[in-house]
Nanobody
Framework: QVQLVESGGGLVQAGGSLRLSCAASGRTFSSYTMGWFRQAPGKEREFVAR????????YYADSVKGRFTISRDNAKNTVYLQMNSLKPEDTAVYYCAAGTILTITAGSPPYWGQGTQVTVSS
C-alpha cells in the first residue's frame, strides 16, 4: 500500500517555474514507477511524465518535453516535477501516481495522490 501527498502547486506567471513534490508512505516506494498526470478543467486527465524505479529512466509527454523534469529521491520517498517555462495551457490539477510502467502508461496506476492545483497566468 502506498499513500501519496502532493505539494508545491500555486499561481505563477507565464514563463515562470514551479517544483511539485510528492511524498510517499510505505516501505516499498523504491519499487514503484512514479508518474505525474494532470487534468485541466473540462478535459480528460493526461500523462505528463514518469520515472522508473530501478534505473531512473524517464519519459515525457511531448507537450512538456524540454520544459519539465521528473526526478526521485528514494531515500526520502519523494518524487519531484520541476516545471520551467510554464505556459497558460499548463494550468491543471497535477496528480502524482505510483504503479508499474504498464499501468502508468495505460493511465491506470493503482495509487494516486489528491492533486495540487497549478495555475499559470498570461
Amino acid at each position: 500500500q502506498v499513500q501519496l501527498v502532493e505539494s508545491g502547486g500555486g499561481l505563477v506567471q507565464a514563463g515562470g517555474s514551479l517544483r511539485l513534490s510528492c511524498a510517499a508512505s510505505g516501505r516499498t516506494f523504491s519499487s514503484y514507477t512514479m508518474g505525474w498526470f494532470r487534468q485541466a478543467p473540462g478535459k480528460e486527465r493526461e500523462f505528463v511524465a514518469r520515472i522508473s524505479w530501478n534505473n531512473g529512466m524517464t519519459y515525457y509527454a511531448d507537450s512538456v518535453k524540454g520544459r519539465f523534469t521528473i526526478s526521485r529521491d528514494n531515500a526520502k520517498n519523494t518524487v519531484y516535477l520541476q516545471m520551467n517555462s510554464l505556459k497558460p495551457e499548463d494550468t491543471a490539477v497535477y496528480y502524482c501516481a505510483a504503479g508499474t510502467i504498464l499501468t502508468i502508461t495505460a493511465g491506470s496506476p493503482p495509487y494516486w495522490g489528491q492533486g495540487t492545483q497549478v495555475t499559470v497566468s498570461s
